[in-house]
């Protein structure tokens, strides 16, 4: 079930994406609008689940069922295994991490240690989290959003 502070997350995730479409794609009002939405959607599996592992592949088998165009995104959202992101897998990703649980902006760093304080710095959850912030942080786009 998506709680109150869940609801903040992906209120301020949604936020977050919008400002970021605007700096990637500035002459495109739509996009970011578009951007918004997916940040809106993009934990969608929370109400449907009882633990956080597979809330994304939960929402994104939702969201293609209802022909979502970003379907895929919600369910790849978080996945450090990805290798060539989208721009909207890019946005949200980064949206994501620089989200507080409250959806209050944070930076990666910030979020990570909110993550690490949660889970513990050794643990699986806190790991996929920094190697999916150095890929963020590695991507070319990452330079534009400064």
């Not at 918004?36 to 994104?60: P, Q």
């Not at 978080?78 to 992101?85: A, I, L, P, S």
């Not at 949200?92 to 409250?102: F, K, R, S, V, Y």
């Not at 760093?109 to 513990?120: M, P, V």
């Amino acid at each position: 079930m998506i709680t109150q502070n869940r609801w903040q997350h992906i209120l301020g995730v949604a936020r977050k994406a919008k400002v970021l479409a605007e700096k990637l794609k500035p002459d495109n009002a739509q996009y970011a609008e578009d951007m918004f939405l997916l940040g809106v959607m993009h934990d969608l599996g929370y109400e449907f689940m009882e633990s956080n592992a597979s809330h994304a592949a939960v929402g994104g088998k939702i969201l293609k069922r209802n022909n979502y165009q970003y379907w895929q995104e919600v369910a790849l959202h978080g996945d450090e295994t990805v290798e060539n992101m989208s721009d909207e897998l890019f946005i949200l990703n980064c949206a994501d991490m620089m989200t507080g649980p409250n959806g209050e902006d944070f930076t990666f760093e910030e979020r990570l240690e909110e993550i690490a304080g949660r889970f513990g710095k050794d643990t699986a959850p806190y790991q996929k989290c920094v190697i999916e912030v150095q890929k963020l942080k590695a991507d070319e786009r990452y330079k534009r959003l400064k």
